[in-house]
Every structure is written in structure tokens, then in C-alpha cells.
């Protein structure tokens, strides 16, 4: 619980600091303000509590604080879809925290899913989870991932690809930046949602232990909605590649989303892709014969 307090405290206290008075359409009273950003009695009064309740709250306890408090809450401080969906998931954590027994995400892909993702052959596609884990792909994916995948542990991992080869990551994400922005915010979304995970807490302490920029953006507190959208490569076989991703949530396997990556017909992405396709089919042959001959 103390863990989660923490959480709470500095999530909102990092809200509260960003937010300059005449943003909030406030008053600036005095020439010398020691707090960065709005104070806590500027927030209540916002969001219309009173200042000893935001300071509870502020402090990490939110148990008590309902639907209506949390939205206005969200409303005064500004948030936006992801920031306000992970101050509910805070909330529903202070309610029902006690001690390590919600559902682990998923760590296994159905042989059924498996077989979608197989019968998906002119479009990279793969299954993960909320910690960046690739837990299934086809061959196209794997092929589009072929840096992430040359690290021998299993499940890859993008964001330990992102943070911990950072140049081989610079090299195949284009906007390697924004992407390294987006890994840990959606972790510390993800940590929201699960924060007894302990495959998570593992991860975001390697991380944090081997990367000064992972300390730095997780930090930050900031969050992220995983979402559908466009992802700049370059592989280091075919080129470039502006690819479109489609996120899809697989409701009946909680905690898993499918990602599939397309071009418009008539591009050089899609040629390159095609491209990728053919060289896939090169690299599978060997590998399909070892299994038939040591199966």
C-alpha cells in the first residue's frame, strides 16, 4: 500500500506542477510563487473539494473519493484519456489493495491464435501484452523484427530492445525518441493497471537500473494509451518501411492485443514489404527442413 501512496503522490503532484495558474484560467497573485505550477488550494478549488480533502488525496488515498471527485479532479488538472484512465485505475487500487492476488497477464498464446497470426501472410502481425512482451508472430512479423528478435531471451521484449540497445533501436526505430517516450509511459500505465505483476516490477527494475533514459521518462510519470497509428522503421534489409499499426484488444484473452502492420497498395513501403516477404521465405526454408529432420 505504501508503494501505491507513493504512486498516487507523485503522479498528482507532477499533474499539479505542469500547469501554469493563467493556463488554468486562475489568477497569478504575487510575483514570486515558490510552487511550480498550481497550488494545492488552487486545485480544490477547481474541482470543487475542499483543501484538506485534495491534500488527502494528493497524499495517496483516494479510496474514498467517488466517480464524480475523480472526474473533476481529472477535469481541473487537465488530464488527457490516458492519464485520466490510469487516476481511475489508482483509485480502484486504494479501494481493493490488499496484497498480491489480481489475475497475471497472460504469459501464453492459444495454438488457435497461433494459427490466425500463420494464416495472416502478406501483413506482419503479432500478439503481445502491456509489458511489451512479443508473445507470438508470424513470419512476416519476425522478420520485420529481426533486430528485436536477436536477442536470445524469450519473450522478446521491445522496450528492453528500446532501452537497453539503444543504437541498434536508434537504427530501426526512425523516431527512436518518441518511441523510447511511449515505452515507458505505457509501462507506467500498465503498472497502474497491474501493479502486482511481478513480471512488471522485474522489468521496470532492470530497466531503470541499466538506463539513465528509462529513469529519466519514467520519472516523468507520464502515461500513454497503447493505440492504433503509424511506426517509421528501417530495416536493415529492405529500407524503410511507414508502416500503419492497428492495436486490437482480444477481449476473450484479457490483457493480450493483436498488432498488425499494413501499407497502401502501390507505395514503396509496400513494395519494401513485399520485399521483406520474399527474403522471409528464403530465411524459413532452412528451418522448416532442420524441424523436418530432427523432429
Known amino acids: 500500500m505504501d508503494q501505491l501512496r507513493t504512486e498516487i503522490r507523485e503522479f498528482l503532484s507532477s499533474r499539479r506542477a505542469r500547469i501554469a495558474p493563467e493556463q488554468a484560467g486562475l489568477p497569478a497573485y504575487g510575483g ?22 485534495y ?9 474514498g473519493a467517488s466517480d464524480g ?15 485520466r484512465d490510469h487516476l481511475f485505475h489508482l483509485a480502484r487500487q486504494s479501494r481493493t489493495d490488499s496484497g498480491p492476488r489480481r489475475r497475471r497477464p497472460a504469459v501464453t498464446v492459444r495454438s488457435t491464435l497461433q494459427r490466425v497470426l500463420d494464416a495472416i501472410s502478406d501483413a506482419p502481425a503479432w500478439i503481445g501484452n502491456g509489458r511489451y512482451d512479443m508473445l507470438a508472430t508470424n513470419q512476416l512479423a519476425r522478420a520485420l523484427f529481426s ?6 531471451r524469450r519473450p522478446s521484449n521491445t522496450a528492453r530492445f528500446v532501452y537497453l540497445n539503444p543504437e ?25 493497471r497491474n501493479p502486482h505483476d511481478e513480471e512488471l516490477i522485474a522489468l521496470v527494475g532492470e530497466l531503470s537500473t541499466c538506463s539513465e533514459l528509462f529513469r529519466q521518462r519514467w520519472a516523468s510519470q507520464d502515461v500513454r494509451l497503447h493505440r492504433s497509428g503509424r511506426k517509421r522503421m528501417h530495416h536493415p534489409i529492405v529500407g524503410r518501411l511507414d508502416l500503419d ?20 497498395a502501390g507505395t514503396p513501403t509496400a513494395d519494401n514489404l513485399a520485399l521483406l516477404a520474399s527474403w522471409a521465405a528464403t530465411q524459413q526454408t532452412p528451418a522448416t527442413e532442420f524441424e523436418a529432420h530432427n523432429g
Open 32 to 53: 514570486n510563487r515558490r510552487v511550480k505550477g498550481l497550488r494545492r488550494e488552487e486545485v480544490a478549488l477547481l474541482a470543487g473539494v475542499s483543501v484538506d480533502y
Open 55 to 63: 491534500v488527502r488525496m494528493e497524499r495517496g488515498s483516494l479510496a
Open 69 to 83: 471527485v475523480l472526474d473533476a479532479l481529472a477535469s481541473a488538472l487537465q488530464f488527457d484519456e490516458a492519464e
Open 147 to 152: 533486430p528485436v528478435l536477436a536477442d536470445p
Open 168 to 192: 541498434a533501436a536508434r537504427d530501426f526505430f526512425v523516431d527512436y525518441d518518441q518511441v523510447a517516450r511511449d515505452a515507458a509511459a505505457k509501462l507506467r500505465m500498465e503498472a497502474g
Open 245 to 264: 499499426v492497428e492495436y486490437l484488444e482480444m477481449p476473450a484473452e484479457p490483457g493480450l492485443h493483436l498488432n498488425i502492420y499494413t501499407a497502401p
